[in-house]
């Protein structure tokens, strides 16, 4: 009684042209979601145990919290990984789903669009945040 199994599907690019792409892809997925862990884990600490709970967060608290470069910075990487960690995944799921290439074309335009604008508006408001905003 001998089995029969259905030949592996091919590549769509010839094995010649392939990059290694998708393995920084993995890779990059689990160090920036060890390291996600750590920065969030540690932010939901500091803000809500050793500061004194959510009630004391307003504009004069965020004011204080980003006159430091290191807050600045911490959460600027917060930012950069949680997007670029999530779209990387989004950009997964659509390349598992979307079966005609114009619609993979266009949801990963829009995904990377998207992208694109909420890290540079992060961005920005961090690095430009004024706490004299209400004088």
Excluded: C
């Excluded at 997925?29 to 307003?58: A, E, P, Q, Y």
């Excluded at 980003?66 to 950009?91: T, Y």
């Amino acid at each position: 009684m001998s089995l029969a199994l259905d030949k592996p599907r091919s590549p769509r690019r010839p094995a010649a042209r392939r990059s290694n792409g998708e393995l920084y892809s993995w890779l990059f997925m689990r160090l920036s979601g060890l390291l996600l862990v750590v920065l969030v884990l540690g932010h939901l600490f500091i803000m809500n145990i050793l500061d004194g709970g959510v009630h004391k967060i307003n504009f004069g608290f965020v004011a204080g919290r980003w006159a430091s470069p290191f807050w600045q910075f911490w959460d600027l990487a917060m930012l950069w990984l949680a997007q670029i960690h999530g779209g990387n995944g989004v950009r997964t799921v659509i390349n598992d789903y979307a079966r005609k290439d114009s619609t993979r074309f266009w949801l990963k335009m829009l995904l990377y669009v998207s992208m694109v604008l909420i890290i540079s508006l992060g961005t920005f408001v961090i690095f430009t945040f004024d706490p004299n905003i209400s004088n």
